[in-house]
């Protein structure tokens, strides 16, 4: 069973930055795009930001460009998400997703970001 | 982008059946057949429900059906049961540059 285990999540000042992990299990981790999508407290699912397999297409959300860098490593089956310059608006549960080519296949159980001063 | 629109809320009682829908545009849900549809049950975390519209991931209950109308589409789930109850959220490819839209998502009541 395909396993995405999320971590870095934390409470955080606006304008500082905080990078998460996700640990990918049980698939050949190279071979599927991943993703990041965020859910703020009691609100909906807003798609983050897509790396394909190889990590040469990269695409973001209007809301994080520029701040905002994905990565992964295929070696260790990890992604990344590097996050600066963190806002308020930027509190969410961020999960870790298999996919973002046609589909969010599995998803990671989230990490708890909290920016506030 | 704007977020897909779904219905706030819907309800049905054990057995019935009950359609959630998600309307867009011809730029998203109308012009791809990348649409999806998640349950997200309190505290956890999202599954995949349909994709391509109208597939059914392995393991998913053939309760579970979706299609596709123009610029909107469909959840529909038959004889409802109590563990049905969960939000739903639609997903549709939307641009090469911003790939992904969600729906505002559905609180499914079962009565």
């Known amino acids: 069973q395909v396993q995405l285990v999320e971590s870095g999540g934390g409470l955080v000042k606006p304008g500082e930055s905080l990078r998460l992990s996700c640990a990918a299990s049980r698939f050949t981790f190279s071979d599927y795009y991943m993703s990041w999508i965020r859910q703020a407290p009691g609100k909906g699912l807003e798609w983050v930001s897509s790396?394909?397999?190889?990590?040469?297409?990269?695409k973001y959300a209007d809301s994080v460009k520029g701040r905002f860098t994905i990565s992964r490593d295929n070696a260790k089956s990890s992604l990344f998400l590097q996050m600066n310059s963190l806002r308020a608006e930027d509190t969410a549960v961020y999960y870790c997703a298999r996919g973002g080519f046609s589909r969010f296949e599995e998803w990671g159980q989230g990490t708890l970001v909290t920016v506030s001063s | 982008q704007s977020a897909l629109t779904q219905p706030a809320s819907v309800s049905g009682s054990p057995g019935q059946s009950i359609t959630i829908s998600c309307t867009g545009t011809s730029s998203d849900v109308g012009g791809y057949k990348d649409v999806s549809w998640y349950q997200q049950h309190p505290g956890k975390a999202p599954k995949l429900m349909i994709y391509?519209?109208?597939n059914r991931p392995s393991g998913v209950s053939n309760r579970f059906s979706g299609s596709k109308s123009g610029n909107t589409a469909s959840l529909t789930i038959s004889g409802l049961q109590a563990e049905d109850e969960a939000d739903y959220y639609c997903?549709?490819?939307?641009?090469?540059?911003?790939?992904?839209?969600f729906g505002g998502g559905t609180k499914l009541t079962v009565l």
């Open positions: 790396i394909s397999g190889s990590g040469s297409t990269i």
């Open positions: 997903s549709s490819h939307i641009s090469i540059n911003t790939p992904w839209v």
């Open positions: 391509d519209v109208s």
